[in-house]
């Protein structure tokens, strides 16, 4: 079950306007022409950011998400019709034959148990073709990035179009490693309602996500920073084993 702030008909259309400008994912499309990929897979594509902007630039991009609320904010994107949109996950897939599979944000730590992952890594291997790629970023556990979430609770507004002006909060509600889980709740002054979201990210170490790889049929072909956040996230570029 997608959480309320993917999949919420009041949450996902306010979700770009929290998310800042994405030049995170400039990062993405510099992997993707590094690795010549021309048929990508975004898995938990969500409202569709990294998906459109490979597809502006001469990509076949096939996005995925579980959440239909969010894919409907991508569809009524400007040039979502370039992209194939698909609600599911990495295990209902049709064919695809991807070159290179992507998993940003927090996609890749939503999968909780080490069934639920290993699931998604098979499915995602049966969709690419021999010897491409899945890049994915990931956490370092040892940044401990839910300590600076907990101090920062002051509230953030942003005018959305179509709402006006809403306001989030941020709420650590528990620490468990390695699970962390925390609390969006949005205030829509307009009508004077209250959303929450809940989430439970799990943070694997380095080793954890290798082995998890070697088992699912992946190389680590590199472990890369992510340029916009040094020391803070390993970005994995991963093989498909012949």
């Given at each position: 079950?997608?959480?309320?702030?993917?999949?919420?008909?009041?949450?996902?259309?306010?979700?770009?306007?929290?998310?800042?400008?994405?030049?995170d994912l400039d990062a993405y499309l510099a992997i993707a022409d590094e690795l010549d990929a021309r048929v990508v897979l975004d898995l938990g594509c969500g409202t569709g950011s990294l998906a459109l902007l490979l597809?502006?630039?001469?990509?076949?991009v096939v996005g995925v998400d579980?959440?239909?609320?969010?894919?409907?904010?991508?569809?009524?994107?400007?040039?979502?019709?370039?992209?194939?949109w698909i609600h599911g996950d990495a295990t209902t897939l049709p064919p695809l034959r991807a070159d290179l599979a992507v998993m940003t944000g927090n996609?890749?730590?939503?999968?909780?148990?080490?069934d639920d992952w290993a699931r998604t890594?098979?499915?995602?291997?049966?969709?690419?073709?021999?010897?491409?790629?899945?890049?994915?970023?990931?956490?370092?556990?040892?940044?401990?990035?839910?300590?600076?979430?907990?101090?920062?609770?002051?509230?953030?507004?942003?005018?959305?179009?179509?709402?006006?002006?809403?306001q989030r909060r941020l709420e650590?509600?528990?620490?468990?490693?390695?699970?962390?889980?925390?609390?969006?709740?949005?205030?829509?002054?307009?009508?004077?309602?209250?959303?929450?979201?809940?989430?439970?990210l799990r943070f694997r170490d380095r080793d954890e996500v290798q082995a998890s790889l070697a088992a699912a049929g992946f190389r680590v072909v590199d472990v890369r920073e992510a340029p916009d956040r040094p020391g803070r996230e390993f970005v994995f570029v991963t093989q498909r084993s012949t």
């Amino acid at each position: 079950m997608p959480d309320a702030i993917f999949a919420h008909p009041r949450l996902a259309p306010v979700y770009d306007a929290f998310d800042g400008d994405r030049d995170d994912l400039d990062a993405y499309l510099a992997i993707a022409d590094e690795l010549d990929a021309r048929v990508v897979l975004d898995l938990g594509c969500g409202t569709g950011s990294l998906a459109l902007l490979l597809a502006r630039h001469g990509r076949t991009v096939v996005g995925v998400d579980p959440a239909e609320a969010s894919l409907d904010v991508a569809r009524a994107k400007d040039g979502a019709d370039r992209v194939r949109w698909i609600h599911g996950d990495a295990t209902t897939l049709p064919p695809l034959r991807a070159d290179l599979a992507v998993m940003t944000g927090n996609v890749a730590q939503a999968f909780r148990t080490d069934d639920d992952w290993a699931r998604t890594l098979r499915g995602i291997r049966a969709e690419l073709r021999p010897g491409e790629h899945l890049v994915f970023e990931t956490r370092r556990p040892e940044r401990r990035a839910w300590e600076e979430w907990a101090a920062d609770t002051a509230p953030v507004t942003r005018d959305v179009p179509g709402e006006g002006p809403v306001q989030r909060r941020l709420e650590v509600t528990a620490v468990e490693l390695p699970f962390v889980s925390f609390r969006f709740t949005y205030r829509f002054p307009a009508d004077g309602a209250v959303v929450t979201s809940d989430s439970t990210l799990r943070f694997r170490d380095r080793d954890e996500v290798q082995a998890s790889l070697a088992a699912a049929g992946f190389r680590v072909v590199d472990v890369r920073e992510a340029p916009d956040r040094p020391g803070r996230e390993f970005v994995f570029v991963t093989q498909r084993s012949t």
